[in-house]
Structure formats: C-alpha cells, structure tokens
C-alpha cells in the first residue's frame, strides 16, 4: 500500500479524544517489516503490526503512541473500558465499542463546540490471532470506525478512528488525512493493522515459595 496519510500538525485533534488515559504498559520493537507494538496488559496482552519500511514511534504526552512507516501514520490509543463505562453496564463487545465511540465523539464536540462536520459510522468484524486457544487460533472480533471533519475553518482534513475490544481496554487507531486521499483506503490500513493483532496468553503470577522455618534444637545439657 502506497498511500501516504498525512497527521496534521495540530495534534489538538488526535489528543483531545482521551486526554485522561492511563499511560500503558507497552513496548515497541523495530522490523523489517515495520513497527511491532505489545502491550503488556494484565487482563489480556497482545501485539500487533503497523506495517511498512522505515518505522519511527513516539510516545505522546497523553499515553497514545504515534507511529508512522512510509505506508502512513497513525496515532495508537490504549483506553481503559472503565474510563468510559462509569456506571453503565454493556453486555457484549459491540455495546462497550459503542459507547467509547458515543463517548469519544461527545469529547470532541464540547472540545471544539461545535458538531463535527460529515460524520460517518459503522461497523464491520476483524480477524486475530489467538495463541491462548489451540482449538480456534483465529478469533472474528467486532470492529466500529468512525470519519469526520474537524469544525474548524477552512479544514477540509478528515479523521477516521477504528477501535476493536481487547479484554478491559479499546484499542483505538486514528489518522487525520488530506481530502483527496480516498477514506477507504486509509481505513484498509487500520483494518490491516487491527487484523494483524495477535492474543498472547495471560502470563501466571507465581509467589515465590515461602521459607521453611527450622526452630533450633534444644542444647542438651
């Protein structure tokens, strides 16, 4: 994939979404074939690809992670399912995606106080590696995405974000691209890379065995 997508260098946009996320535990290592990222988290790590030559990461201010390659640029987002649930309860995947995107949107419209411009949603499904089941390696998870245009005058850049549940957090990929770069394409690569998670299992805490206390012998007179 040859397309370039351009981050805007108002990072407003990307890091309004979720200025009070925790910053998370992850890791990024270099490759051939581009930016491997893992996330260590306890409740279900995982790893996955942002594909392409010449990989460059950053960890912003906020906790999210920009990586770009010469295939594009997107902005990473660990976001804790109980930083938008609060009280509410949700039964399946799709109900929690769906209120992190109500979420998400609501924070940049009282951001920008305005609503946002040609907003577009839907949902599709993604597959993913599952190294913990040995039966079903392949796992078909929900995915919802979500374009839009920034209020701001004479903007005519768009941004797409496209989230998928990965046990008590979303991960959330976002790009903001020039007008004549066509969304579907810009949303195949967040597909790919969602596409390219890979489950890993959860790792088993042990406790180091406790000492065994000799009591010392009686001296004998």
């Known amino acids: 994939m040859k397309t370039t997508i351009a981050i805007l260098i108002v990072s407003f946009i990307l890091s309004v979404t979720i200025a009070a996320q925790q910053t998370p535990d992850f890791s990024t290592v270099k490759s051939e074939k581009g930016m491997m990222v893992l996330n260590n988290n306890k409740v279900q790590p995982f790893s ?45 995947a799709v109900e929690t995606l769906i209120v992190h995107r109500d979420h998400d949107i609501s924070t940049q419209e009282k951001a920008w106080k305005a609503k946002l411009n040609d907003l577009e949603k839907g949902e599709s499904f993604v597959k993913m590696h599952d190294l913990s089941n040995k039966l079903f390696p392949t796992k078909l998870a929900p995915t919802l995405y979500w374009l839009y245009t920034a209020p701001k005058p004479d903007n005519t850049d768009r941004t797409l974000y496209q989230t998928v549940l990965l046990g008590d957090q979303v991960l959330m990929l976002g790009a903001v691209f020039e007008k004549i770069t066509k969304a579907d394409e810009v949303r195949s690569f967040l597909t790919q890379t969602l596409e390219s998670i890979t489950l890993l299992p959860i790792q088993k805490q042990t406790t180091p065995a406790g000492k065994k206390i000799v009591k010392p012998k009686a001296l004998k007179r």
């Open 48 to 92: 996955f690809l942002v594909s392409g030559k010449n990989p460059t990461g950053r960890q912003n201010d906020d906790g999210s992670l920009l990586v770009g390659t010469d295939s594009g640029v997107i902005v990473v987002y660990f976001v804790r399912s109980v930083d938008f649930l609060a009280k509410k309860k949700t039964d399946t």
